[in-house]
């Protein structure tokens, strides 16, 4: 029996679960349950994300404490989370007595061991607010290209980093105000100094081989040293011997891993040291495995295990992360209705569905994925409804009405003994978080059986003298089959799994019952229906919900629930940017803008941000490099009309020679739309 720790990222406090999360959630649980079905000792663990400034801010937006907020939230993702069956054996908070403990404790060992240095520095203060501003709430001029409103660490045009102190004409996201520049003590964590053990950390099996490879690019170019602390105003835990300096939210968030686990443990009368303690965890053999996304990689698979190896604790057994979701091959959008929150979903179809489509899309890689709603709606009705349900309604009424429900023995019959034998492919492909592989080899032998179905016509059986035998061999050959398969589902289909054994008449399925047929003589209760199909009726309301839904929290009337990111920049992005200064026309008419078609697009190598456009211009072609990779999926983009600066003076970049720069709008990352113009309009023509 194997000892298992699992976590998945911690959600931020600041806004609702979408089903953008619910890819990472939902892989972590199919795979938690499947390791329960084998018998082994595991434990999931998660907990709400709920300290820095943007937390801070809501709540003083909102006229609440901010542990007033994270309360509310902490209830709201619960319930998303249940409703999705989302199995966590402790869903806690970093807003705890546990995880402040660890926090202390892994900053004081950091410390004693010299890696915890205090370096005066120069930084943004927002006079208004009387706050020093982080990173992210610092937008200005990129002092490389020029692009206008970038934030404080990086630009989303060019790709460039830098400090916030670099930008052009800065000012602050939260009031507009010119930030004043001010010093102030700040402490960091050295991680270059750790940069030989993460060189041997960061391989297989302890990360993919694509999530290796990005990690090598970062450890070859240098590691800087990382700012943990952060200035009062911040909710946050307090350093210790530090007054008015707090513990930068993504320090202690991964160690709200340990907070929780250690709540559950307290709970359970669990060994916490055998989980986390470097010698004991050796000892007992125990195993522990992050879930997260590759945009956190850096975090989790650098900044922790240094944190965790330089301070005495056991590093991850792996970290496995996983892409991003887009919604009919396009990022999800307020406007169509595909910013689908978990809890409107739950009002229009049921949670297993996406579970199931969720499944069938991911695999062990790092891969986007996409949830084309017309792919949804066929694949469930096809595979669920039409080949897995289908088995048990077009056996049970004959068992039922003709034999009491009673079974004969069917072990030597082929099609059962093909059934059986996928068991050990399907859970190497659990294993392996191969799901898509899994439910392939599923819905291949559920077809299988449906073709013996089609070959034994059970429904003319029924209607001939003399075939009661043959009829109840072959239902019963379909009731075993059926259950079979459902063992192979459960991890994706739990809620379904259990209605199936009240229909069975058996306590539950683990793994191990695939080794065994229902006996001669069992009987089956009267057949329910199962799941039914998915009407496009449900999509069409489910979409117009979200419509709605979105329209009145962007006009202040859900107390700004419908935030669309996880992570730690939702308030800076609500800000609205202030009117540049005055020019005149004849500034104006300097820049040529022409419309511009997107005859190809790729993604750059070894770039996060950028994306390699090809742009007609009727007469001629230009390449341009756009940072809008988290926005839009390149294909998406060919052959689409949008608006470029032309007549800009080409810059030399890394990976090649920008032409010019396409017109978008928003303040970056997802949040970045381009524009385009409207139907009529062709390649070359002038923007006035």
């Known amino acids: 029996m194997r000892k298992i720790l699992v976590t998945s990222a911690l959600p931020y406090a600041n806004g609702?679960?979408?089903?953008?999360?619910?890819?990472?959630?939902?892989?972590?649980?199919?795979?938690?349950?499947?390791?329960?079905?084998?018998?082994?000792?595991?434990?999931?663990?998660?907990?709400?994300?709920?300290?820095?400034?943007?937390?801070?801010?809501?709540?003083?937006?909102?006229?609440?404490?901010?542990?007033?907020?994270?309360?509310?939230?902490?209830?709201?993702h619960k319930a998303d989370f249940d409703g999705f069956l989302v199995g966590f054996d402790n869903y806690y908070s970093t807003n705890t007595d546990e995880t402040r403990h660890y926090a202390e404790d892994i900053y004081t060992k950091l410390r004693a061991r010299g890696l915890?240095?205090?370096?005066?520095?120069?930084?943004?203060?927002?006079?208004?607010?009387?706050?020093?501003?982080?990173?992210?709430?610092?937008?200005?001029?990129c002092p490389k290209c020029h692009a206008k409103d970038q934030y404080g660490d990086s630009c989303e045009a060019c790709g460039t980093t830098y400090q916030p102190t670099e930008l052009i004409e800065p000012y602050s996201a939260v009031s507009g105000a010119a930030p004043e520049r001010r010093e102030s003590v700040h402490h960091f964590f050295t991680l270059g100094r750790c940069a030989d053990f993460l060189h041997d950390w960061v391989k297989p099996p302890q990360v993919q081989p694509e999530a290796g490879n990005k990690l090598n690019e970062w450890l070859d170019s240098g590691l800087t040293d990382w700012d943990i602390s952060r200035d009062a105003p911040y909710f946050g835990f307090e350093i210790p011997d530090a007054p008015g300096k707090y513990f930068y939210v993504w320090l202690d968030a991964p160690i709200g891993y340990m907070g929780s686990f250690r709540h559950l443990c307290e709970r359970e009368g669990l060994d916490f040291d055998a989980f986390w303690d470097r010698q004991r965890a050796a000892e007992a053999g125990t195993e522990l495995y992050h879930f997260v996304g590759k945009d956190i990689l850096y975090f989790h698979a650098l900044f922790w295990p240094a944190e965790l190896e330089h301070s005495g604790y056991r590093t991850p057994t792996a970290v496995f992360a996983h892409g991003f979701l887009t919604v009919d091959g396009q990022k999800m959008s307020k406007s169509r209705g595909t910013f689908i929150t978990a809890s409107s979903y739950l009002k229009h179809l049921k949670p297993e569905y996406l579970r199931y489509y969720f499944a069938a899309k991911l695999g062990g890689g790092i891969e986007d994925i996409d949830l084309s709603l017309d792919d949804f709606v066929a694949r469930v009705n096809s595979d669920l409804i039409g080949k897995y349900v289908n088995i048990a309604s077009r056996s049970a009424g004959f068992l039922v009405k003709r034999f009491g429900g009673e079974l004969v023995a069917v072990a030597d019959q082929r099609i059962v003994q093909r059934v059986a034998q996928g068991a050990d492919e399907i859970a190497a492909f659990y294993e392996a978080r191969e799901y898509g592989k899994a439910l392939r080899k599923i819905m291949a032998l559920a077809a299988e059986v449906n073709g013996y179905t089609d070959e034994e016509k059970p429904w003319e059986m029924a209607k001939q003298e003399g075939r009661d035998a043959q009829l109840q061999l072959v239902c019963s050959v379909l009731i075993n089959c059926f259950r079979l398969l459902t063992i192979y589902l459960k991890p994706v289909m739990p809620e379904l799994a259990a209605g199936v054994a009240?229909?069975?008449?058996?306590?539950?399925?683990?793994w191990a019952d695939g080794r065994t047929l229902l006996p001669a003589g069992h009987k089956i209760n009267k057949y329910k229906h199962l799941a039914t199909r998915i009407e496009p009726k449900q999509i069409e309301a489910l979409l117009e919900d979200n419509k709605v839904n979105m329209e009145a929290a962007d006009s202040g009337h859900s107390q700004a629930r419908h935030a669309e990111k996880q992570q730690h920049e939702a308030e800076a992005a609500t800000v609205v940017e202030p009117i540049m200064e005055t020019i005149g026309i004849e500034d104006f008419n300097k820049i040529d803008l022409r419309v511009a078609r997107i005859v190809d697009a790729n993604p750059v190598q070894g770039a996060d941000k950028l994306v390699q456009l090809t742009l007609d211009l009727g007469g001629e072609q230009r390449n341009v490099f756009a940072g809008i990779k988290p926005a839009y999926d390149p294909e998406t983009l060919k052959g689409k009309l949008t608006v470029m600066a032309a007549n800009l003076a080409p810059r030399k970049m890394r990976f090649g020679v920008s032409e010019g720069m396409v017109l978008a709008a928003g303040p970056g990352g997802q949040d970045l739309f381009i524009l385009s113009p409207d139907e009529g309009a062709q390649p070359g023509m002038r923007v006035k």
């Open 16 to 76: 609702p679960i979408h089903i953008g999360h619910l890819v990472e959630y939902i892989q972590t649980d199919i795979w938690v349950r499947f390791q329960k079905m084998q018998g082994h000792q595991c434990y999931y663990c998660c907990a709400d994300d709920t300290h820095g400034t943007p937390i801070m801010l809501r709540a003083e937006k909102e006229g609440l404490t901010p542990e007033a907020l994270i309360d509310r939230v902490w209830h709201e």
């Open 502 to 510: 009240k229909f069975l008449n058996v306590d539950g399925f683990q």
């Open 116 to 141: 915890i240095e205090e370096r005066t520095i120069e930084q943004f203060f927002d006079p208004v607010k009387a706050m020093f501003l982080p990173d992210r709430f610092i937008k200005g001029e």
